[in-house]
């Protein structure tokens, strides 16, 4: 590491992944005869590469690099695992998905290679900047993937609608980024602002700030960019249709991956840096003690009215719909909420271990549903599942494991992940959100049940056809069941290792 920072193992993942993406292109463009099955090997291998080289890193912990740029710590090795792990199953739910509806493969997996080097380098941000960079990264692939089935109509418009509305909520987050630049300014004690989060946590914290209006207003539009990121009500409105039009593997991929990363941002920026700013920083002042009391007083109440908002309105539009993939789009809203109930408490554990359960609950469902809706996401509706159970058990069964631990039925994922968001908020006092939380899992659950009851107490639908399974693809649902099971039956070891995390970080501190 030179007087810079500059230290390229500490961005190990995100270069592996980088390249990846650029190496699967320039071999896309330079072979004569292409090798379809190349280009998912080399997506795979990268994954298993970039996992291996986060634990390479846990040596690291607690240093910074590129000038406090980059951040290794806990939250960034947690985050990180969880965005690979979520790309490592879209890959192999999308093999033979791609190939099926012949469309261009290489673009595909760069571009999945891409968007999850973006998300990596928003878990390890340190800076304001670095978080904006990576986020822009991830938002644009994001937006080609949704609309990568050119010939379909429904995927060109969300594609559309994804990138209007994307590009609305990044100037919000990037104006509210410059008014806490603006804020951090005092040329009576600091030769210039600041964009550094430590930094910035430092300032807060000594009350060393030229405006506490402008830091409060930066942080509201803040609020509202990453609102939109994890798609929390108010600005939700773009998921429904995004969702129901992107293929459907990319609608996994859009609500798990990109969701984790915005809240791996999210944590960052309000629980260790504005709400935990005070932390090992010193006695401060009365000044600074009103600055973060009136931070953490107004952070605290938008998060808390969202979190209950994007519940309600989540489950109850839900209950409505009859398209299977716009269900699980505002089902994905109200379960935003409910990691929003983790963020209200500053328990960034309790939101990561949330995370990755969702996302392999939530991509096993999306996955079988890509396998039924067959080539062109055509048979989506909810009454297409009729009789299902009866033709094909075994995908119904995992479909109706999916839908139960979504719906926090205990003995799965769903209900350990929901178990430990309440029981860190009501620790903290939060008892009247904690009871909101309760009675919208309660009201989920009619939405999800009925698909079950679709499945294996209706008559068959008219021109099913069993769908073909592909040992990819069999190998991915593998994996999602038994990761469902293990974090509900068996969840100690993970519990263990975030709560060991979190009291690293603290002590740090």
Not at 301 to 319: E, K, P, Q, R, S
């Amino acid at each position: 590491m030179d007087k810079l920072g500059i230290d390229y193992i500490s961005i190990l993942p995100e270069i592996i992944t980088g390249t990846a993406g650029i190496l699967i292109m320039m071999i896309d463009a330079i072979s004569r005869k292409s090798r379809k099955a190349i280009y998912g090997a080399v997506a795979l291998a990268s994954l298993v590469a970039s996992m291996l080289s986060i634990f390479t890193l846990r040596g690291r912990i607690g240093t910074t690099s590129f000038r406090g740029m980059i951040v290794t710590d806990d939250l960034r090795l947690v985050f990180a695992l969880i965005f690979l792990i979520v790309t490592f199953l879209t890959v192999l739910i999308s093999l033979h998905w791609i190939e099926e509806e012949g469309l261009p493969m290489a673009e595909y997996f760069a571009l999945l290679m891409f968007a999850t080097t973006g998300m990596l380098f928003m878990a390890a941000a340190g800076d304001l900047v670095m978080i904006f960079l990576g986020l822009e990264i991830t938002s644009i692939s994001s937006y080609v993937l949704c609309g990568y089935r050119r010939s379909d109509t429904r995927s060109n418009e969300a594609a559309m609608k994804y990138f209007i509305l994307g590009s609305f909520s990044t100037a919000f987050l990037l104006y509210g980024m410059a008014l806490a630049y603006g804020a951090s300014f005092n040329p009576s004690l600091h030769p210039s602002a600041t964009t550094n989060l430590q930094l910035l946590k430092e300032r807060i914290a000594a009350g060393q700030l030229f405006s506490e209006p402008l830091l409060l207003v930066g942080a509201a539009m803040m609020i509202v960019g990453f609102g939109f990121k994890v798609s929390t009500a108010p600005f939700h409105i773009w998921s429904p249709d995004v969702y129901e039009g992107a293929p459907t593997p990319v609608t996994a991929f859009l609500s798990t991956g990109s969701k984790a990363a915005a809240f791996s941002a999210f944590c960052r920026v309000f629980i260790l840096t504005f709400a935990m700013a005070s932390v090992g920083v010193g006695t401060g002042s009365m000044q600074a003690s009103g600055v973060l009391k009136d931070l953490q007083v107004t952070s605290t109440h938008a998060l808390y009215g969202m979190a209950v908002l994007t519940m309600f309105l989540g489950n109850i539009t839900a209950i409505v719909q009859n398209n299977i993939k716009r269900m699980l789009a505002y089902s994905s809203i109200a379960h935003a909420g409910y990691a929003l109930v983790g963020m209200v408490a500053g328990d960034w554990r309790a939101v990561a271990f949330y995370l990755i359960s969702y996302a392999v609950i939530n991509i096993g469902a999306f996955a079988i549903i890509e396998l039924m809706a067959r080539k062109g996401d055509k048979r989506t509706e909810i009454a297409d599942y009729a009789g299902v159970g009866f033709q094909s058990l075994g995908l119904a069964s995992a479909l109706s494991l999916f839908l139960l631990s979504l719906a926090g039925i205990p003995l799965t994922a769903g209900f350990m992940a929901k178990l430990l968001v309440f029981k860190s908020a009501w620790g903290a006092g939060l008892h009247g959100l904690v009871i909101v939380a309760v009675i919208n899992s309660a009201i989920s659950w009619y939405y999800y049940l009925r698909v079950i009851v679709v499945m294996f107490f209706s008559e068959p639908a008219k021109g099913f056809v069993k769908p073909f399974v592909a040992r990819t693809f069999s190998i991915a649902l593998v994996i999602m069941v038994l990761a469902t099971l293990y974090l509900g039956l068996l969840p100690g070891r993970v519990l263990d290792t975030l709560e060991r995390a979190g009291n690293q970080m603290v002590a740090r501190k």
